[in-house]
Nanobody, 119 residues
Framework: QVQLVESGGGLVQPGGSLRLSCAAS????????MGWYRQVPGKARELVAR???????NYADSVKGRFTISRDNAKNTVYLQMNSLKPEDTAVYSC?????????????WGQGTQVIVSS
């Protein structure tokens, strides 16, 4: 069974930083694009940042210049460094990845990690 497990969420003051991690486990040959999404109650889930296998990145306009996505292919892990956090960044953050496994391609989601930006 393959899965994505996030960590690193929590409570932080405005202007602070957090680093989220998402590790893939199981019988995985490789991982295609990986991304971070966030959702607040009553709103649709939105893409925060995405990175391809080759390292191409794209970001939501609201986080450009503040958030950085990176990945360690050897560890099957994607990271989201979040700086200059704002209260409007408060959300449940989830990672997503296209995992190539011995059962085929699996579009996998993590369970989510809560980020709260508040003084």
């Amino acid at each position: 069974q393959v899965q994505l497990v996030e960590s690193g969420g929590g409570l932080v003051q405005p202007g602070g930083s957090l680093r989220l991690s998402c590790a893939a486990s199981g019988s995985i040959f490789s991982i295609n694009a990986m991304g971070w999404y966030r959702q607040v109650p009553g709103k649709a889930r939105e893409l925060v940042a995405r990175i391809t296998t080759g390292g191409n990145r794209n970001y939501a306009d609201s986080v450009k210049g503040r958030f950085t996505i990176s990945r360690d292919n050897a560890k099957n892990t994607v990271y989201l460094q979040m700086n200059s956090l704002k209260p409007e960044d408060t959300a449940v953050y989830s990672c997503n990845g296209l995992l190539y496994t011995n059962s085929g391609v699996v579009d996998s989601w993590g369970q989510g990690t809560q980020v709260i930006v508040s003084s």
